[in-house]
């Protein structure tokens, strides 16, 4: 509505020239361009300091209708926006959330806190400094495969902390910085499958990697705010906040949590963990939980669908780790799942690879001196029954038969090799058991061990097998000799090349209340050796 004036009305600031009414408004016909400098560069702050100054006791006092009438309008206007903004809650409450993303704050921007109760400046700057520690862990060969996550506890070693069950799949694997840089993981520096943890040594660590604290002393108060990052779903270096919900042991959990735990963890374990409401998916195992410190607190382990919780192992736990390194530094495919490892073998099951195998060996004359150079042996183990019984090992992308054609002649030309070979006596018989008798347990492993017949055993149906010891050590061994052109008795020694058979074992002895144990091996390849 236009407001008029009588003309004699009009006044105008003494200070200024400003036009004014009575009233101390502004006269409907004055524009800004009509205003001198100093009104036209104050606009609507000169005129509203005319209100409050100069003029604010010659305004004539609203009636009460009219302020009745300003507050009610008021009030609904203010109850319509709430009402939309509750409209738009409720439309997006059932949505996937998004990785947090925090704009930096301006200078002069006032501190502003969110949900979480972080201040939102320190969070974004929390954030910033931590990722530099944080890694993504992927498998390399037979294409490049996410694994989850991981983050360094020690920059000049180039340690990085994860949960063995993301790297547990992989016989070769690189981390990956958020800039795409990547390194390769040299092996494992420290392992607890129990735990579900590992400790990876990476290869060439560049300077801009930082370790992240661990925060092992005391326990984190409930309600405390935490960040969890890692790559979500595919949503890499994706930062989540939320709360700590409590603390506790695996004994406190629900029996079907506890179940879970028990078929992947160690029984006799009682592992304290943290439960938290930062949103955790496939993507965040073996990432930090870190608190407003920049400490890590906890290990992103496992989720809870139906409670909504996340929960991270306790930081002790890797610290405890940390203090009891490997001696030597293990290969990735040394403590992989078998079908990882299987699937491994399987890539690089072809005659040049047996042949290559062969000339190793030949070139540390059958003596490994290391567990690489037994690596070798079992590598040639593997290929050697993996070409003569392929049905048995029912490996999941076996070759087929022209592909197996010229691996078998492979196979078969090394074993006439290993026939007519001289062996040097008990040292060199000595050297090879010694790694043998630790890895013939292990399923689907490759074997290569000069063994000693203890008997000579029949079953049902004509079958018959020899159970055998690892010479010079107290590990039992049986193997099927029904199907194979070979003479042996108990007291034959003879040199043994197979595979684990899928970790089966068998028992035996004279007192029921106490049998031995002894792992099944696949072979085709028993041949009789005397020092």
């Not at 993981?185 to 990476?202: E, F, N």
């Not at 409930?222 to 939320?242: K, M, N, W, Y």
Request: hydrophobic share 40%; charged share 25%.
């Amino acid at each position: 509505m236009t407001r008029t004036t009588h003309p004699m009305s009009e006044r105008t600031c003494p200070q200024c020239g400003y036009p004014i009414d009575a009233d101390g408004v502004e006269p409907s016909g004055t524009k800004a361009a009509d205003r001198d400098d100093g009104a036209a560069a104050g606009g609507g702050k000169h005129l509203a300091s005319h209100h409050a100054v100069h003029y604010a006791r010659r305004r004539r006092p609203r009636s009460a209708t009219r302020i009745l009438l300003w507050v009610l309008a008021s009030i609904l206007v203010v109850g319509g926006a709430l009402a939309v903004a509750r409209q738009a809650a409720q439309r997006n409450r059932g949505a996937d959330p998004l990785p947090l993303v925090v704009a930096g704050p301006k200078d002069n921007d006032p501190p502003a806190s969110g949900e979480s109760g972080i201040e939102v400046p320190t969070l974004d700057r929390l954030v910033r400094s931590i990722e530099p520690g944080i890694v993504k862990i992927e498998s390399r060969g037979g294409g490049q495969t996410s694994l989850g996550s991981g983050f360094f506890v020690d920059d000049q070693e180039g340690l990085v902390a994860t949960n063995y069950h993301v790297i547990s799949e992989a016989t070769e694997a690189v981390i990956r910085f958020r800039d795409g840089s990547s390194y390769e993981i040299a092996g494992y520096a420290a392992i607890d499958i129990d735990d579900d943890l590992a400790v990876l040594k990476v290869r060439n660590v560049p300077p801009s990697a930082k370790a992240l604290p661990l925060k092992v002393d005391t326990e984190p108060s409930q309600l405390a705010s935490v960040i969890a990052i890692g790559h979500p779903r595919g949503l890499e270096f994706s930062p989540f906040d939320g709360r700590v919900s409590r603390v506790l042991k695996t004994s406190q959990l629900p029996e079907s949590s506890r179940q879970f735990l028990g078929r992947r963890l160690a029984a006799d374990r009682n592992h304290m963990w943290i439960q938290h409401t930062a949103q955790l998916s496939a993507g965040n195992s073996g990432g930090p939980l870190i608190n407003t410190r920049g400490e890590v607190i906890g290990i992103n382990t496992w989720t809870d669908r139906d409670l909504g919780f996340g929960y991270a192992l306790h930081a002790k736990h890797l610290q405890s780790l940390l203090d009891r390194p490997l001696l030597k530094l293990a290969p990735l495919a040394d403590h992989a799942r078998t079908d990882a490892r299987v699937e491994s073998l399987l890539r690089n099951l072809t005659a040049d690879r047996i042949n290559e195998l062969y000339d190793t060996a030949e070139q540390f004359g059958w003596s490994p001196n290391s567990p690489a150079d037994y690596r070798v042996l079992q590598e040639l183990a593997w290929a050697i029954t993996a070409a003569q019984m392929p049905g048995t090992l029912d490996a999941p992308g076996m070759l087929d038969e022209k592909e197996l054609e010229p691996v078998i002649r492979a196979a078969d030309a090394v074993v006439e090799r290993l026939k007519s070979k001289k062996w040097d006596g008990l040292g060199q018989v000595n050297l090879i058991n010694e790694f043998a008798a630790f890895r013939v347990a292990r399923p689907a492993n490759g074997v290569f061990f000069f063994g000693s017949v203890v008997r000579v055993v029949e079953g049902p149906g004509g079958t018959k097998g020899a159970l055998m010891e690892v010479a010079g050590f107290e590990r039992m061994v049986f193997v099927r000799i029904d199907t194979m052109f070979v003479d042996i008795e108990a007291g034959t020694q003879c040199l043994v090349v197979g595979v684990n058979d899928q970790g089966q074992v068998v028992r035996f002895g004279d007192n029921p209340l106490k049998l031995e144990v002894a792992h099944v091996i696949a072979t085709r390849t028993i041949l009789p050796w005397g020092p």
